[in-house]
């Protein structure tokens, strides 16, 4: 085993075993194309938005810094109203469907978007159309949620619950490109262990670093010889 392989050895290396290396990069891809397309069930997002904003806001006309803040952390209050198991049990009799409130809170997502008193709901299944069922009952539970708790605010939906056309996930040409760089990367790491815990002698280097002794002579291979002057033009 060679106690020094340069950068140059292994890009050599490498080439010449650049067709294992493409196929073991097309068969990554096939393959993360098959699983991603056969044996992932695609997930539906639904979207919606809520605003949230203390009364004061609506009363003051010159709104300042604290206000603002008060409402950004209202907002932040009602996010963990809305992933209350009294809250999902009403969303899931609202919406009809034969969801528990736990599989409904992990399917549900809420943020306040950029920081603001905007809550940004997010619903993923693997049914567009129940998506879209359980964003619209978490939208119109809000706002009757929200007031009746908080007693101090108020509540507006900023945009409706989508319907989903086409999956979020999986992300099938992601899954091809990371396949493909997979397959490639995992063959150059055989090929190099390969190549490295590899004793025999192929050429007069390696029997003089096993040794370290001087190469007297090398015994010529008769057939390749007449073969290399026959397309050298030479009889």
Known sequence: MNERISVVEVCKLFLFHWWRIALAAVAGAILAYGISTYYIMPTYTSRGSLYVNNNTLQRNPNVNLTDIATSQQLALTCIELLTSDTFLEGVKESSGLEYSPSQIKSMLSLNTKNETEIIEIKVNSHNPKHSQILVDSVLKGAQEEIIRIVQAGNVSVVDEAT?????????????????????????????????????????????????????????????????????????
């Open 163 to 235: 319907l989903p056309v086409n999956p979020s996930s999986p992300n099938i040409a992601k899954n091809v490109v990371i396949g493909f760089l997979l397959g490639a990367v995992l063959s150059m790491i055989l090929v190099f262990l390969i190549d490295v815990f590899d004793s025999r002698i192929k050429i007069e280097g390696d029997l003089m670093e096993v040794r370290e002794l001087p190469l007297l002579g090398v015994i010529p291979d008769i057939d390749y010889t007449r073969l290399e002057e026959k397309k050298n033009g030479k009889k």
